[in-house]
């Protein structure tokens, strides 16, 4: 395939190039350069009046929960979520799983609408719960990160006890790595050091929530004396997710330990509990990724995301913010912290990318590329999606 006339966000820094054409093979960017030729059986499309970005990499999700959208809203972070005692947990048990299926696709439909090309799960429900999300995905041309989880959770007086991973759990924990990319842990305080250092020779991708409240930090300092991130890095996990509430010293040493960090603004304040400190996380050189967490709680919308993140932080900080840090969280860096081909229009990377109306109402005229999809672009703008070189929304 050949795309000819295109703008586009090119390479790691997503440097604009007005005009160029794009050929594309075996799913990927194959040459990227103006006054490319197509060859006589090969598909050619003009994209003037579009820009190409990279498709959105959405590194946390919970699309499981899409069921419960706005339950309980005025609960606290416990009552709604929490793995053990949460309102989540019981929808999740109680419903049955073709019913819990459709919903799922309806996220999965809407990602894709909104230009995610990728989305990293961390799914409850153990093996199970996997499968069902894999036979929903069956349906999708979406990439996906599937993070499985055991559902066993320990209480405080097992975790002062510092009690193993028990020898069913170990064997429960090799079949689901079977099934799935790797392991997404709900938390440090709902597992003991013993667990967490288990967990830290599992041999595929590991994560684990972090520092997401002021309860679930000062919770961990009660019980061990240690703080939430530091127990979290004993799982020698790949990245971590929130650190809303994470310290400076939490913060530089996840970056020397791991690969980054997933952010989740938008659920972070929809759970009255702040937003994370980029400036702390990029003053430690820290890479950061953004994910739009819970369906239950918000929509999956990196547009969204994007934008309220930009915003509430100049606010917050009275300091501007290059909007192209904002967008590289959104693409570029997920793909960076996964270590995947993804979020990045450059040679030998997968064609994942978004067609943008440069005309659309709210962006036209276009005087900053990245301002204008971080802060105006919406679905709506959105003329195709691509996935592996092939248009799998909309069209041109």
């Given at each position: 395939m050949l795309i000819k006339n295109a703008s586009i966000l090119l390479g790691k820094e997503l440097d604009f190039i007005p005009n160029t054409n794009i050929k594309i093979q075996d799913q990927r960017f194959k040459r990227i350069q103006p006054n490319i030729g197509a060859s006589s059986?090969?598909?050619?499309?003009?994209?003037?009046?579009?820009?190409?970005?990279?498709?959105?990499?959405?590194?946390?999700?919970?699309?499981?929960?899409?069921?419960a959208k706005d339950?309980?809203?005025?609960?606290?972070?416990n009552q709604r979520i929490h793995p053990v005692s949460g309102i989540k947990p019981k929808i999740l048990k109680n419903t049955d799983k073709k019913y819990l299926a459709s919903f799922m696709k309806n996220s999965c439909y809407s990602m894709l609408n909104k230009g995610i090309t990728t989305f990293v799960d961390?799914?409850?429900?153990?093996?199970?719960?996997?499968?069902?999300?894999?036979?929903?995905?069956?349906?999708f041309p979406l990439r996906s990160i599937i993070l499985g989880r055991l559902e066993y959770y320990q209480d405080s007086i097992e975790i002062k006890k510092n009690v193993p991973l028990p020898r069913n759990k170990i064997d429960e924990l090799t079949e689901l790595l079977k099934k799935c990319d790797g392991i997404g842990i709900s938390g440090a305080n709902e597992n003991s050091s013993s667990v967490l250092n288990y967990y830290s020779g599992t041999p595929k991708i590991r994560a684990i929530h972090s520092s997401e409240t002021k309860h679930s930090v000062s919770m961990s300092k009660n019980i061990t004396g240690k703080s939430e991130a530091i127990r979290a890095l004993n799982m020698k996990p790949h990245f971590l997710v929130h650190m809303t509430h994470a310290s400076s010293g939490d913060i530089h040493?996840?970056?020397?330990?791991?690969?980054?960090?997933?952010?989740?603004?938008?659920?972070?304040?929809?759970?009255?509990?702040?937003?994370?400190?980029?400036?702390?996380?990029?003053?430690?050189?820290?890479?950061?990724?953004l994910g739009t967490d819970n369906v239950m709680i918000n929509s999956p919308d990196m547009f969204r995301e994007m934008d309220y993140l930009w915003k509430v932080t100049m606010g917050i900080h009275k300091k501007r913010i290059n909007p192209k840090e904002i967008l590289k969280?959104?693409?570029?860096?997920?793909?960076?912290?996964?270590?995947?081909d993804i979020g990045v229009i450059e040679n030998g990377k997968f064609a994942d990318c978004i067609f943008i109306d440069k005309h659309a109402l709210d962006l036209e005229p276009m005087h900053n590329p990245?301002?204008?999809?971080?802060?105006?672009?919406?679905?709506?703008?959105?003329?195709?999606?691509?996935?592996?070189?092939?248009?799998?929304?909309?069209?041109?």
């Open positions: 059986q090969e598909e050619s499309i003009d994209c003037e009046g579009l820009l190409l970005i990279p498709g959105f990499v959405n590194c946390h999700t919970h699309i499981g929960d899409s069921i339950v309980t809203l005025n609960s606290s972070v961390f799914r409850e429900g153990g093996i199970e719960g996997v499968l069902l999300l894999k036979q929903v995905l069956s349906e040493a996840a970056t020397k330990r791991t690969r980054g960090i997933v952010i989740c603004p938008r659920a972070n304040a929809a759970l009255a509990e702040g937003i994370p400190d980029i400036e702390l996380m990029n003053k430690a050189g820290c890479t950061i990724a969280m959104a693409t570029v860096n997920g793909g960076k912290i996964l270590r995947k990245h301002a204008s999809i971080v802060h105006r672009a919406s679905e709506s703008a959105i003329r195709a999606v691509m996935i592996g070189g092939k248009i799998v929304h909309g069209k041109i």
